[in-house]
């Protein structure tokens, strides 16, 4: 059974950094993409970035481009999130998610996820 455990988030000052990590266990992962989604109160799940475990290959969304970096530790079976000048706009319950395919922007195409882990960013 796939799990995805995530940890890093936590409250901080606008213009900090913070790092999330993503654990995931279950199945060998070599064909598959993660991705990162953040859910605002009141608002829909979105897409931040996505990582294909095969290649690196990564993708980002215009909120975060330039401020975020998706990697990934093969060894570790951990996708990373690392994230830099943060905005108070960042504040979001972060989900870590499992894609069979290559990614998508679309939570629905992802086939697992964890259970999130909250980032609050203060002005």
């Known amino acids: 059974q796939v799990q995805l455990v995530e940890s890093g988030g936590g409250l901080v000052q606008a213009g900090d950094s913070l790092r999330l990590s993503c654990t995931a266990s279950?199945?060998?992962?070599?064909?598959?993409?993660m991705g990162w989604f953040r859910q605002a109160p009141g608002k829909e799940r979105e897409s931040v970035a996505q990582?294909?475990?095969?290649?690196?290959?990564?993708y980002y969304t215009d909120p975060v481009r330039g401020r975020f970096t998706i990697s990934k530790d093969n060894a570790k079976n951990t996708v990373y999130l690392q994230m830099n000048n943060l905005k108070p706009e960042d504040t979001a319950v972060y989900y870590c998610?499992?894609?069979?395919?290559?990614?998508?922007?679309?939570?629905?195409?992802?086939?697992?996820w964890g259970q999130g882990t909250q980032v609050t960013v203060s002005s």
């Open positions: 998610a499992a894609d069979r395919g290559m990614g998508s922007y679309v939570p629905f195409k992802y086939d697992y």
């Open positions: 279950g199945r060998t992962f070599g064909g598959w993409a």
């Open positions: 990582i294909r475990w095969s290649n690196g290959l990564t």
